[in-house]
């Protein structure tokens, strides 16, 4: 099979303004980035705000089960579902997060899908794009240089510089600067303190976009991120750093959500990039609801596992966004079922690929346990069997039996890689299914937002992770009192922890019991409106692998990319 870069190139793409112009979006409406790419007016977006309220508003939700360290195509099923609800008849728009470079040349590649299941241009997205990333990056890092110029000249604020919380930012993987120390002192050299990087999609300023209403309401938001705190403790906003405007002003165009088309021609927003290990996980609530005025489905996904991604969607951003999802599709692999079966860490992708049954099905407790944490949010799940070219017909047919004789769920074997719309018109039917037999009012979320942070942890923990309960270490204990005196404990909470398992040890495989969640320290995302909570072996700047993706890149002299996948 051609590579995915293959596929994009020989696609037949239209000009952004004709894709769009059936969807309630003309020319006056787009700032155009060449000829595919565009970003929507804030005028249209009002106007397709408004437009929501005389549709059905169907949000379909897709996340997955924990996944190998290759992914195992939410974004390839979230494209081709909306691609193959289009094919069978219905509105529907497609919603999916922008990559971050740091995962393109990382491990797991590019993220606009793959096969014939991709958004497109795909390398334009894949790369530098219409630069929200960039901007992102330039805002946050203006704020940490205006934050450390206070410091320098004078510090009037009383800033104490063994207590600064804003980091700086860059969206490339790059171990070295997880640690860093800052300014040589003297005259010209800066206060030298600790500092460090985040990886920019780790960043408050990525949640703040994406869960922004507006271009105000993300003005409101950027004022109010607590960048450090001063001799007695009090906060310190970006508000009081006078750096608002400008970090807002960097920002203007990002907020914009980004349309593109998909390889079968339909349209779809591509925007902001929050990691779901670190923050909420998902695309802009911008792009949703200019989503919902456009269609009567939108297909949108949530990052990594259901666990981390779905749980942060339903009790984060639906309350946030005051919408409610209507299904949830819960992508799993027979490679991703037999890396729980087998229990292997490190993996080993060989020996993944020789496993049979036994071991596919020795993988169901994971599976098993992601439906009914779903389940408990009072939605109908329905489970995407993304099937890849060495699946073996039994095994696909053991997961499929499984879930719809064993758990009692709608099930489907999904080919839209290799097919497109042609290899989801089951998955589709069934979803639309799900849709019009679900009740909005069934749908209930985690935990109250009134409980304590420590109530709300232990509930994740639990009820989500299969945690026998939680152990505050390092700074957490001081960090909880500290929540409740800033008023933080009727916020929402954001567990940052490995996406390898459903525990906070990433060799733990399957549906892991008799441990507990180890929270070492606790911080807000005041602009956000949620609290972080990072487990012992949370990484905000991930390092590359031995052997990086971006190893295997290039581009020849007539402009033409190999490798990029």
Known sequence: MPSDYEIAQAADMSPIREVVASWGLGPDDLRQYGEYTAKVDRDALARLREEASTRANNLVLVTGMTPTPKGEGKTVTTVGLGQTLNRIGEEAMTAVREPSLGPVFGVKGGAAGGGHAQVLPMEDINLHFTGDLHALTAAHNLVAAMLDARLSQG?????????????????????????????????????????????????????????????????????????????????????????????????????????????????????????????????????DKAAFGMADYLVTEAGFGSDLGAEKFMDVVCRIGEMTPNAVVLVASVRALKYHGLDQWPVDYDEIAAAGVDAVEGGFENLDTHVANLQSFGVPVVVALNRFPDDDDAEVSAVLDHCRDDLGVRAAESAVFEHGSDGGIDLAERVVDAVEGHDEDEFEFLYDLDAPLDEKLETIATDIYGADGVTFTGSAPDDLERMAELGFDDVPVVVSKTFHSFSDDPSLKGAPTGWELEISELYPSAGAGFVVALTADALTMPGLPKRPAAADMDIDADGDISGLF
Not at 246 to 253: E, F, I, N, P, V
Not at 266 to 271: G, K, S
């Open 155 to 287: 510090n009037d604020l009383d800033i104490d510089v063994n207590d600064v919380a804003w980091p700086r930012a860059l969206d490339t993987n790059d171990r070295a600067l997880r640690d860093t120390v800052v300014g040589l002192g003297g005259e010209s050299g800066g206060t030298p303190r600790e500092n460090e990087f985040i990886l920019t999609a780790a960043s408050e300023l990525m949640a703040v976009l994406c869960l922004a209403e507006d271009l105000a309401d993300l003005k409101e938001r950027v004022a109010r991120i607590i960048v450090a705190y001063d001799g007695d403790g009090d906060p310190v906003t970006v508000d009081d750093i006078e750096a608002t405007g400008a970090a807002t002003m960097l920002l203007r165009d990002a907020i914009q959500p980004n349309v593109v088309q998909t390889i079968e021609g339909t349209p779809a927003f591509v925007h902001g990039g929050p990691f779901a290990n670190i923050a909420h996980g998902t695309n802009s609530l911008v792009a």
